[in-house]
């Protein structure tokens, strides 16, 4: 027990909290225990909120050699309410992985959850779960997901791959080819699995159709499909096969799970999801845009976010060799910029250049990485205010830019004119990208309690 912490306190604190938890609502959801400084010290998921947060204090808890120390430090815990366990599973995640609790030890990795691709510039698409849905060579797949249960995904595609009869191999088929006539096709074929394609067993026209039908049926609720297979399980039991009952059980229970996935687009795994042109394409081409003389290899964003209630923070992310590079991404809560108008902390200008000053103090001194780019969200005035906190420095940065929304453009230091790219020009999609999860770092926390609109912060 902490110092500075009597065990009259610290059993009225815990009772406290207690009655809080007992008053939850009775749904799924995460909940965020804080400490004295409002810092979030641990983040876990319920499938009943008020079961679980209740169990971490009434007096009789275990929690363990590793979790027991946090009942000296929490003083108040917040809450977001889920659709349902599995979308716990993604915002328990998501928080762990962007807010790095020091009482949390699982999640922080980069372990992710899986999706399901169907690939579309192939003469037969193949279906498959991957973890890397912004593999440049899934560029024009459909992806679904993210699935917060493999297990029953990989079920699932197994028993829908009977009935759709798609492909799940790597080979690379293309339509015409003679030599497909003479290849012997896998088991799957022989089991009536698969329409072997890989042996000429069915046309192109043909084989896509089924997979189309399979697309249709991943965006329906599969009622008619369920319905069937609940009749097939109800006779089972009453014919005593009690066997093919529990099948059948189990195979509903896969498919229904389909519905327990989020969508890409709404950026739970933006590590995996960041997609844009081959990374090595993507860095030389802004290495000749910006007329550098070496090698790009790390790219650093900075953005600065206006939080409810006023409060101001930065966020810095940071790209290597194109991809993000989550053990370098820090966030700034901003103490320089405060008593405006309204009691408001929203100069922008002032936030770049305290982060900006913060962040590349020491890295100029060598003591972090410094990168060979690096990039604020705005235009020219955000451009100008980290280059002022820059003359400050000792050591001057290689390459300052910055990339302003809705016309894309990117101001280069000591450049009159902005530069304008194709909006499919590799270097501006990694800049983009670099500028997106700047923005979405600095926000998500505080982006996921107004969505849920469970607080007031």
């Known amino acids: 027990m902490s110092d500075d912490v009597t065990p009259s306190s610290r059993d009225d604190r815990l009772a406290g909290l207690l009655a809080k938890a007992r008053g939850l609502p009775k749904v799924p959801g995460v909940y965020l225990m804080k400490d004295a400084k409002g810092v979030v010290i641990y983040v876990g998921k319920a499938a009943n909120l008020p079961d679980r947060v209740s169990s971490y204090f009434i007096p009789s808890a275990d929690l363990g050699a590793r979790k027991e120390p946090m009942l000296d430090r929490v003083v108040d815990f917040d809450i977001l309410e889920c659709e349902g366990e599995w979308e716990a599973l993604l915002t328990e995640n998501r928080l762990i992985k962007d807010l790095k609790p020091r009482f949390n030890v699982r999640l922080v990795d980069d372990k992710t959850f899986p999706y399901l691709a169907v690939t579309q510039r192939e003469d037969f698409p193949r279906v498959f779960v991957t973890r890397n849905p912004g593999d440049p060579d899934l560029k024009g797949a459909k992806i679904f997901g993210p699935f917060t249960n493999a297990g029953a995904l990989r079920d699932a595609i197994q028993i829908l791959q009977r009935v759709f009869k798609f492909r799940t191999c790597k080979l690379d088929i293309i339509d015409g080819d003679e030599k497909n006539r003479f290849f012997r096709p896998c ?189 604020i969200d705005g235009g020219l005035g955000q451009l100008h205010a980290a280059m002022e906190a820059f003359e400050q420095l000792n050591i001057k940065p290689p390459m300052v830019i910055s990339l302003a929304k809705k016309e894309e453009l990117i101001y280069v230091q000591r450049r009159a004119e902005p530069i304008r790219l194709g909006r499919e020009n590799p270097g501006l999609r990694l800049c983009q990208a670099v500028r997106d999860e700047a923005h979405r770092f600095a926000q998500s926390y505080h982006h996921l309690l107004r969505k849920k609109k469970t607080l007031e912060e």
């Open 187 to 375: 088991l799957l074929y022989a089991i009536n699995q698969c329409t072997a394609p890989c042996a000429a067993k069915i046309g192109k026209d043909a084989y896509g159709a089924d997979v189309d039908r399979f697309v249709r049926f991943l965006g329906t609720k599969r009622s008619v499909m369920l319905r069937e297979m609940e009749g097939e399980m109800n006779a089972a039991a009453e014919n005593m096969q009690f066997e093919r009952a529990a099948i059948l059980r189990d195979q509903i229970k896969a498919i229904q799970k389909l519905d327990e996935r989020a969508s890409k687009s709404d950026g739970w795994q933006p590590e995996t999801e960041i997609s844009y042109l081959d990374p090595e394409k993507a860095l030389t081409s802004l290495q000749r845009t910006l007329g550098l003389d070496e090698p790009i290899r790390c790219v650093e964003g900075i953005d600065i976010a206006h939080l409810q209630g006023g409060e101001t923070v930065g966020s810095k992310v940071c790209f290597v060799d194109g991809r993000p590079f989550k053990n370098e991404y820090r966030r700034y809560k901003i103490e320089t910029v405060k008593n405006l108008a309204g009691g408001r902390s929203n100069d922008d200008y002032s936030s770049i250049r305290e982060v900006v000053s913060r962040r590349y103090r020491e890295a100029g001194e060598g003591h972090e990485l410094y990168p060979e780019v690096i990039l």
